[in-house]
């Protein structure tokens, strides 16, 4: 399987053919009312934070984040935490010039950023473990966290290869953009994914990789796969799906 079959399932879940529908009859479908082409039928949203629900202070921010974050098991059986668990929740990740990836105070548009790190041990002494990382960002504002996810479809044409750790890589990255979150069966207002190879001086690899950062509201939520012997593509992608998922629900019923 390819990288690009990898990353089309997201973004490709809403489309449909244009043919001509088959009534199974053998007559001709009903032709449909004529409408003006000039005139715009704006959609309602189908949902809208809260103005009262959305945090405006680093403590309301980290509370939410907590309640928005991935845990071992929302993975499934056999997760563990990683150690260390929690990165400093008064830092986040940034990606540097030279394309390292390192945690730096909180910037000021930023109020609260919690990053998790959970293991599915390996199950032979040959292979690694499967490492998942979930990283939820609360912003002070929906431009913000907008302009957050403008940035990252830039990264990743500076740096197709980055350093995550001092002994874990990824390189080849393809990342795709899905503004407005229309083209993913994910409940998101914006929706970015990278897809690469990992590699780990201790575990080997090269293994499949994907992150994939959504935005919900001034809330973005991230989460990246690290992939091992026994794993594919699908079988990350689904890992990433189910917990984009749940992440994003529990974002919709905290600020609803």
């Not at 293994?207 to 794993?231: D, M, Q, S």
Request: glycine share 10%; charged share 20%.
């Amino acid at each position: 399987m390819t990288l690009a079959a990898v990353i089309v399932p997201l973004l490709g879940g809403c489309g449909s053919g244009h043919g001509t529908p088959d009534t199974g009859d053998g007559t001709a479908p009903a032709t449909a009312p004529h409408t003006d082409p000039t005139t715009v039928t704006e959609e309602p949203p189908d949902w809208e934070p809260d103005p009262a629900r959305l945090p405006t202070g680093h403590d309301d921010a980290l509370a939410l984040a907590r309640a928005v974050s991935a845990q071992p098991h929302d993975y499934g059986p056999g997760y563990l935490p990683q150690d260390p668990y929690e990165a400093d929740p008064a830092t986040m990740a940034v990606l540097g010039q030279d394309c390292v990836w390192t945690r730096e105070p909180l910037p000021g548009e930023v109020l609260a950023n919690l990053t998790r790190n959970s293991e599915l041990p390996a199950t032979s002494t040959e292979s690694g473990p499967l490492r998942v990382m979930s990283s939820v960002t609360v912003h002070d504002s929906v431009a913000a966290a907008d302009l957050r996810m403008a940035k990252i479809l830039e990264e990743v044409l500076r740096c197709p290869g980055q350093q995550l750790r001092a002994d874990e890589r990824v390189t080849g990255l393809l990342s795709m953009g899905d503004p407005g979150g229309t083209d993913s069966p994910l409940r998101a207002d914006d929706l970015i994914r990278e897809g690469g190879e990992f590699t780990s001086d201790l575990y080997g690899g090269p293994y499949p990789y994907l992150w994939v950062v959504t935005r919900r509201g001034p809330v973005t939520v991230a989460l990246a796969v690290k992939g091992t012997e026994g794993y594919d593509e699908a079988a990350v992608e689904r890992i990433v799906t189910d917990a984009q998922e749940l992440m994003l629900a529990r974002v919709e019923s905290a600020l609803r």
